[in-house]
């Protein structure tokens, strides 16, 4: 292996591991360096599970993982020197304060920024001499976040980083992780059920559902892709079958058409067939991963 | 101030941002304007948003970008008044729109632009 610096973060091709009740499928994703990816899917979709196989939590059955430019399980130790994981379901020893698993990360890791650590700890407003066992959840996944943060990992992972946290800290935590990708040799992967921090902040963004890759692609073109048009369908009109409809809705006079590449071409098809377009109107992120987790799952029955 | 409350979308906010600011004279020509990711992270929306902000404002000639070397204000001295009348005519068109909603014939909406001109003009 050469000494250059990886292009990516990450690489997971065709991964795959079944469990009882589910199954994670031919996974192809890839992070480039210096990027934030937002990681969106509904409960149970398989994002934990694709977190804990890339670094190397639990074992793939089939497919090839690279982390750090490494591949995983082989060389995950020397990988993980330069990762940091959260999950929200992290637990700390609760009869040790802050200040103990301070002094214990920066044991562990040599790149840990101690000034930093001061700096966060004020700004997430936390008391260092508290012991775990008394904070709140809120004040937990702080706790968490300032010890992963304070390493300055090259990637850092995180699982649901903003859930229990209140809106003023969770505000302070975007900041931070836009902070960390000043440095273009710094990247983070995040997984969130709260869409409006995704779509501010991610440069890339992937829907998972069922165990299944939705769609991957930059923010960008996402948000660009996607329209819903209001059109006014004349009696006896029908519209023709047409490109990257994910849904028209209600089947009545004035309908709702959603489309996942909208085209200026579209409006020629649709007048033509006889209907009128009245408005076009752009969708948040949260409504292009419904329409599209809702795609999807309707394809997969047909 | 980028918001996600506001209904245009955040690369839209920030090109707005940038004419803005030249358009008060806060940035001057030649002016260097803030990094992609130095922007990104002081106003904490992602850095492709920022670049495709940046990519367009390059394309309409509003700044311009030395390889490697960051962006500047374009060398334009016509700058403040051409992005007022893009002001102006993003206002009309989002009017037009409104108008073709209320099948409203041109001849009239001309004629209620007349009236409202006369109308602030009298309370002057």
Redesign the interface.
């Known amino acids: 292996m050469s000494n250059a610096p990886p292009t990516h973060a990450f690489s997971l091709r065709d991964l795959s591991r079944s469990f009882r009740y589910f199954r994670l499928d031919g996974l192809n994703l890839e992070l480039p360096m210096?990027?934030?990816m937002g990681f969106v899917g509904p409960n149970g979709a398989g994002k934990s599970t694709t977190i804990r196989l890339l670094l190397g939590l639990i074992g793939a059955e089939a497919g090839e993982i690279r982390l750090m430019g490494r591949p995983v399980p082989e060389q995950v130790a020397e990988a993980k020197h330069e990762v940091a994981y959260v999950s929200d379901d992290m637990r700390l020893y609760p009869g040790a304060t802050l200040a103990w698993h301070m002094r214990f990360v920066a044991s562990l890791f040599p790149g840990w920024d101690g000034s930093y650590a001061q700096a966060l700890l004020k700004r997430f407003n936390l008391q260092a001499e508290q012991r775990m066992g008394g904070m709140s959840r809120g004040e937990h996944m702080k706790a968490v976040l300032l010890l992963a943060l304070a390493r300055r990992p090259r990637l850092l992972v995180l699982d649901e980083p903003t859930s229990g946290l209140d809106p003023v800290a969770r505000h302070e935590l975007?900041?931070e992780l836009?902070?960390i990708?000043?440095?273009?040799q710094r990247s983070i992967l995040f997984s969130s059920h709260h869409t409006?921090d995704v779509?501010?902040?991610?440069?890339?963004i992937a829907f998972i559902d069922r165990g299944r890759l939705v769609d991957a692609r930059?923010?960008?073109s996402f948000?660009e892709r996607w329209r819903r048009l209001q059109i006014d369908i004349p009696e006896g009109v029908t519209l023709p079958a047409l490109d990257d409809v994910v849904e028209v809705s209600p089947e009545g006079r004035l309908a709702r058409l959603t489309t996942s590449n909208y085209q200026p071409a579209l409006h020629g098809a649709i007048e033509r067939a006889g209907a009128r377009i009245?408005?076009v109107q752009?969708m948040s992120l949260e409504e292009i991963f419904v329409a599209s987790v809702m795609g999807s799952r309707t394809e997969e029955r047909t | 101030m980028i918001s996600q409350a506001d209904p245009r979308p955040l690369y839209l906010q920030v090109k707005e941002q940038i004419r803005h600011r030249i358009a008060v004279g806060e940035l001057k020509p030649g002016d260097e304007i803030p990094s992609i990711r130095q922007l990104a992270a002081d106003s904490r929306v992602s850095v492709i948003t920022i670049k495709r902000a940046y990519l367009e404002l390059e394309l309409e000639g509003v700044i311009h970008t030395r390889h490697g070397r960051g962006s500047c204000v374009a060398e334009n001295p016509d700058l403040g008044h051409s992005l007022k009348e893009q002001e102006l005519d993003q206002h009309l068109a989002a009017a037009v729109d409104v108008a073709a909603l209320l099948r409203l014939p041109e001849d009239q909406l001309i004629e209620r632009l007349r009236q409202i001109r006369r109308g602030r003009e009298d309370a002057k």
């Open positions: 210096g990027q934030i975007l900041a836009m902070e990708v000043r440095d273009e409006l779509e501010r902040i991610s440069d890339v930059d923010k960008e948000l009245h408005e752009r």
